[in-house]
Every structure is written in structure tokens, then in C-alpha cells.
Nanobody
Framework: DVQLVESGGGSVQAGGSLTLSCAAS????????MGWFRQTPGTEREGVAR??????RYADSVTGRFTVSKDVAKNTLILQMNGLKSEDSAMYYC????????????????WGQGTQVTVS
């Protein structure tokens, strides 16, 4: 079975850094487009970063501050977040895309349970 388990969330002051991890099982992340999304109560889930065979793509709001990468040896997706702002506070989800390519925020059907990030 496909399983995604996020970790690394927590509370941090504005300007600080956090590293989120997403351990995958049941498939190889090297073969799929992987993404990070976030959601706050009452809002729609938004794409933050995704990575496929042609490299990473980022939401405008995090470009230059966040870096997404794959640790293929550990089958783990990483999100390095620097320069955190209060507006980055959200539940962060890891997801795997079920469609070919990595050219959109849609088509992600396998999701983790999320990890909370709070920036004050």
C-alpha cells in the first residue's frame, strides 16, 4: 500500500527555518512527481512546491525561501523552509501525483496526514 508520513513540523519564530520530511512507502518517489501543499482552516489547499524529472517548481509566495528535494536512497521527500513568515503557518501535506508529468498542482491523489507549522 502507498503510504506517506510527514514529520518535522513545529513552532518557530519569524525568520527561522524548518525542514519537513515525507517518508514514502509502497512506491519509489524517484518515479513520480511529488509535491508539498499547505492548508489553513477555512481555506483551500494550495500547492507550495513540486518536483519531477524536470526539476522543482514553486508557488510565487515561497520562491527563494523554500527548497524541495528528493532523497531517493531514503525514499523521502524534503522541504527546506527558510525565512519563515507568519503567513507560512499552516498544515503541510506531502502528496504523490498519479498522472504523467509534473506540470500542474492537480492530479495528486495520494496524501499524507500532514504536519503543522506555526510561525510567530
Amino acid at each position: 500500500d502507498v503510504q506517506l508520513v510527514e514529520s518535522g513540523g513545529g513552532s518557530v519564530q519569524a525568520g527561522g527555518s524548518l525542514t519537513l520530511s515525507c517518508a514514502a512507502s509502497g512506491f519509489s518517489i524517484s518515479r513520480r512527481c511529488m509535491g508539498w501543499f499547505r492548508q489553513t482552516p477555512g481555506t483551500e489547499r494550495e500547492g507550495v512546491a513540486r518536483i519531477g524529472s524536470r526539476g522543482p517548481r514553486y508557488a510565487d509566495s515561497v520562491t527563494g525561501r523554500f527548497t524541495v528535494s528528493k532523497d531517493v536512497a531514503k525514499n523521502t521527500l524534503i522541504l527546506q523552509m527558510n525565512g519563515l513568515k507568519s503567513e507560512d503557518s499552516a498544515m503541510y501535506y506531502c502528496a504523490a501525483r498519479n498522472l504523467p508529468g509534473c506540470n500542474a498542482w492537480s492530479g495528486f491523489n495520494d496524501w499524507g496526514q500532514g504536519t503543522q507549522v506555526t510561525v510567530s
